[in-house]
Nanobody, 127 residues
Framework: QVQLVESGGGSVQAGGSLRLSCAAS?????MGWFRQAPGKEREGVAV??????????ADSVKGRFTISQDNVKLKNMLYLEMNSLKPEDTAMYYC?????????????????????WGQGTQVTVSS
């Protein structure tokens, strides 16, 4: 069982920056950030394959968001640095972790591949 706790959300104006953090109580091979805007389905934003040191980004955030991972005081930390924020980035952001060591290529952004979820942190970008 992996517990995930997100922090760092808030309200910013367009063009601003935010950094999201996720503290995980255990190790997972894959961790990622997903988001869900009102009236829309949850979508993958960025994923980190921790065991392989590889990342994957949604096209909509490439060049603006950076996912990273670190170990701090026995906690597995996942971060999402968000720059040049746009109003369309407004959503609830969730940290997720896989329960398995493998996720097939092409499915890294599939929310169904992730077993553990945080409670979410709200990001609001005003124009």
């Amino acid at each position: 069982q992996v517990q995930l706790v997100e922090s760092g959300g808030g309200s910013v104006q367009a063009g601003g920056s935010l950094r999201l953090s996720c503290a995980a109580s255990g190790y997972s091979y894959f961790m990622g950030w997903f988001r869900q805007a009102p009236g829309k389905e949850r979508e993958g934003v960025a994923v980190f394959y921790i065991a392989g040191g590889r990342t994957l980004y949604a096209d909509s955030v490439k060049g603006r968001f950076t996912i990273s991972q670190d170990n701090v005081k026995l906690k597995n930390m996942l971060y999402l640095e968000m720059n040049s924020l746009k109003p369309e980035d407004t959503a609830m952001y969730y940290c997720a972790a896989s329960g398995t060591s493998r996720i097939a290529g092409g499915r890294w952004m599939d929310e169904h591949e992730y077993t553990y979820w945080g409670q979410g942190t709200q990001v609001t970008v005003s124009s």
